[in-house]
């Protein structure tokens, strides 16, 4: 099993519609998790933490499942702006310093 | 907002040669680390680096490969003889003190390899 698994896609879904990414991962004691967007041939941008309670940003909404080991990321009224691969990321390493795990990302495109 | 910077955008090598690739973390962080992204691929963590010592490595980052923090503000990658296999984007990114900060990542550099 992969340590950080995502649906690749693509997601093609038009402007004002509602998308759901799931990620899971297989380290049970990983302690922290992220979602990045990334942009064609550009660096990983942080999109937000997700917290054990869920967390919202927007129209952004987090979700983490530690039973099932998975995470969600809910786009709302998606934007053009959206489209981009979006990165499930864990902390899975418990040393000194903290070791990102990425998955291989989910591409989103929204259309006009 | 401060910004982890990386120099060059694109190195364009040929292989066997060395190479280093720059990093200007953001000042007050004090943890460093390298990621690859090979074209189409996922990103990869290469390694950590905190108190001038390297923290953790992966499998990926042999004995080819080297970090250092040559003064207070740079921090670099090195590729002693480049494969073509090393040809991907490099990122640096950098956290503060807090283990439980999100990294901010450089915008990368292109390694291309003939």
């Known amino acids: 099993r992969k340590e950080v698994e995502q649906d690749p896609g693509p997601f093609n879904v038009p402007e004002g519609a509602t998308v759901a990414f799931n990620c899971t991962y297989s380290n049970s004691a990983s302690q922290s998790f992220f979602w990045y967007r990334q942009d064609c041939r550009k660096e990983p941008k942080l999109l937000m933490s997700?917290?054990?309670s869920g967390n919202e940003d927007g129209r952004f909404t987090a979700q983490l499942n530690r039973a099932s080991q998975y995470i969600s990321l809910l786009i709302r009224d998606s934007k053009l702006s959206d489209s981009a691969t979006y990165l499930c990321?864990?902390?899975?390493?418990?040393?000194?310093?903290?070791?990102?795990?990425f998955g291989s990302g989910t591409q989103l495109t929204v259309l006009p | 907002e401060p910004e982890v910077t990386q120099t060059p955008s694109h190195q364009v090598t040929q292989m066997g040669q060395e190479v280093i690739l720059r990093c200007v973390p953001i000042?007050?962080?004090?943890?460093f680390y390298w990621y690859r992204q090979i074209l189409g691929q996922k990103v990869e963590f290469l390694v950590s680096f905190y108190n001038n010592e390297i923290s953790e490595k992966s499998e990926i980052f042999d004995d080819q490969f080297s970090v250092e923090r040559p003064d207070g503000s740079n921090f670099t990658l090195k590729i002693r003889s480049t494969k073509l296999e090393d040809s991907a984007m490099y990122f640096c990114?950098?956290?503060?003190?807090?283990?439980?900060?999100?990294?901010?990542f450089g915008d990368g550099t292109r390694l291309s390899i003939l």
């Open positions: 990321v864990v902390v899975s390493s418990s040393g000194s310093a903290r070791q990102l795990t």
């Open positions: 990114a950098s956290t503060p003190t807090s283990r439980n900060q999100p990294q901010h």
């Open positions: 997700v917290y054990s």
């Open positions: 000042s007050n962080h004090l943890y």
